[in-house]
């Protein structure tokens, strides 16, 4: 399973740059060159990777990935961390938990949410606890 994503991850980080982002997590601003951002409220996306594998979706916080500019060779050999669910054991991955996190960008960048992409220069990720309602059998 991994090395069908390794391959097609590998050919798409050959035009790939890592983008200059303002990150507001909880308040606390950072300015990163990142390869990629994951906001997650569950552990799974795609075909069960787990790029937040802590995450949970009753505890009334978001888990936040940054994954830091790298070398291409450093990122790609990062990756399976993903694919075996432990991108923490990535010394430069960051990840921590946050209830608010902004996302400033001086250029127009792509953003997927479940499976819809959305385009946009300033975005805003915010737990509302209590907000859904859910009710079971």
Partial sequence: R???GF??????????????????????ESQEDIWDLTIAN???????IAIAPNASL????????????????????????????SPEQVPAVRIQQARVIEVFSNIEIPIRVDNTVARGTEFRFELLPGALRVVRP
């Fill in 2 to 4: 991994w090395a069908t």
């Fill in 7 to 28: 391959l097609a991850a590998s050919s798409a980080l050959m035009d790939f740059e890592p983008l200059k982002l303002t990150i507001r997590i909880d308040g606390e």
């Fill in 42 to 48: 569950s552990p799974l996306f795609a075909n069960n």
């Fill in 58 to 85: 009753d505890d009334g916080l978001l888990d936040v990935t940054v994954w830091p500019a790298m070398t291409r060779l450093e990122f790609l050999g990062a990756l399976p961390t993903v694919w075996n669910s």
